[in-house]
């Protein structure tokens, strides 16, 4: 017996293979952190302190 998935199962499979979809990702994921790069930095900087001071290192 088959398994069929639903359509919007199907749809979300093919596009998620697709070669292009990385690259797009990739492409608005800089695009957000070149909007918010300055707390980017201080989150990163905030956490890496954090890390540090607590004894992790």
Known sequence: ??????????AV???GGDPLAPFLLLAVGALAAAAY?????????GGLAGY???GSV
């Open 37 to 45: 790069g300055n707390v980017l930095t201080w989150a990163m900087v």
């Open 1 to 10: 017996m088959t398994r069929t998935l639903p359509d919007p199962v199907r």
């Open 52 to 54: 540090t001071l607590s």
């Open 13 to 15: 499979r093919r596009w």
